[in-house]
């Protein structure tokens, strides 16, 4: 399988399922599932060559997880990272004591102030480990590392949720509970 051309499905899989499914006129349920053949056919009437081999090689092999199909392969969907309302259904869950976000240095002087905010997003996302938080703020720049005192989070009422792909999911993360 040429990587290129996964890398290029994968993200383009990203902007459809998690942000603007009316870039190819698709229609997502409640919970973000998208009919395959559905997502397959409007993908190729746009341009975007795609087929159920193809589809499954990224579902497989994407380095984050990022997509899930049901159980019977006629649905799939983002794990997170939505902008776009859905209800992944996820059970709360007891985070670990300490979790990362990996960010760039333009973003400190507000994390400072506000703490972590989700943005455009539906939740806060934090990783298991550092080397995972790097590789997620090497995406935009030199990356920092915040660590975050989850567990006391959690023993103050903050809710999390652990997505399929294990990334840990809040609402926010207030700057108290943030070591920089």
Same mark, same amino acid.
């Given at each position: 399988?040429?990587? &290129? +051309? /996964?890398?290029?499905? #994968?993200?383009?899989? #990203? %902007?459809?399922?998690?942000?603007?499914?009316?870039?190819?006129?698709?229609?997502?349920?409640?919970?973000? *599932?998208?009919?395959?053949?559905?997502?397959?056919?409007?993908?190729?009437?746009?341009?975007?060559?795609?087929?159920?081999?193809?589809? !499954?090689?990224?579902?497989?092999?994407?380095?984050? @997880?990022?997509?899930?199909?049901?159980?019977?392969?006629?649905? +799939?969907?983002?794990?997170? $990272?939505?902008?776009? #309302?859905?209800?992944?259904?996820?059970?709360? /869950?007891?985070?670990?004591?300490?979790?990362?976000? $990996?960010?760039?240095?333009?973003?400190?002087?507000?994390?400072? @102030?506000?703490? %972590?905010?989700?943005?455009?997003?539906?939740?806060?996302?934090?990783? &298991?480990? @550092?080397?995972?938080?790097?590789?997620?703020?090497?995406?935009? $720049?030199?990356?920092?590392? %915040?660590?975050?005192?989850? $567990?006391?989070?959690?023993?103050?009422?903050?809710?999390?949720?652990?997505?399929? !792909?294990?990334? *840990?999911?809040?609402?926010?993360?207030?700057?108290?509970?943030?070591?920089?």
């Amino acid at each position: 399988m040429n990587e &290129k +051309i /996964a890398k290029s499905v #994968s993200k383009f899989l #990203s %902007l459809v399922l998690r942000h603007s499914p009316e870039t190819i006129g698709l229609k997502l349920d409640e919970n973000g *599932w998208a009919d395959v053949d559905e997502l397959i056919v409007k993908c190729n009437k746009k341009g975007n060559q795609l087929d159920v081999d193809l589809l !499954n090689y990224v579902v497989e092999n994407n380095d984050k @997880k990022r997509f899930a199909f049901n159980e019977d392969k006629t649905k +799939i969907r983002a794990s997170q $990272g939505h902008s776009i #309302s859905v209800e992944l259904n996820l059970a709360e /869950a007891e985070p670990l004591e300490y979790l990362y976000h $990996g960010t760039v240095g333009k973003f400190m002087e507000n994390i400072r @102030k506000e703490g %972590l905010k989700k943005m455009s997003r539906q939740h806060v996302h934090l990783s &298991k480990d @550092k080397e995972t938080a790097t590789k997620v703020g090497s995406r935009r $720049g030199v990356p920092q590392i %915040l660590t975050i005192r989850s $567990g006391a989070m959690h023993k103050d009422g903050f809710i999390f949720y652990l997505s399929e !792909n294990n990334v *840990w999911l809040t609402d926010e993360v207030p700057a108290k509970y943030i070591e920089f």
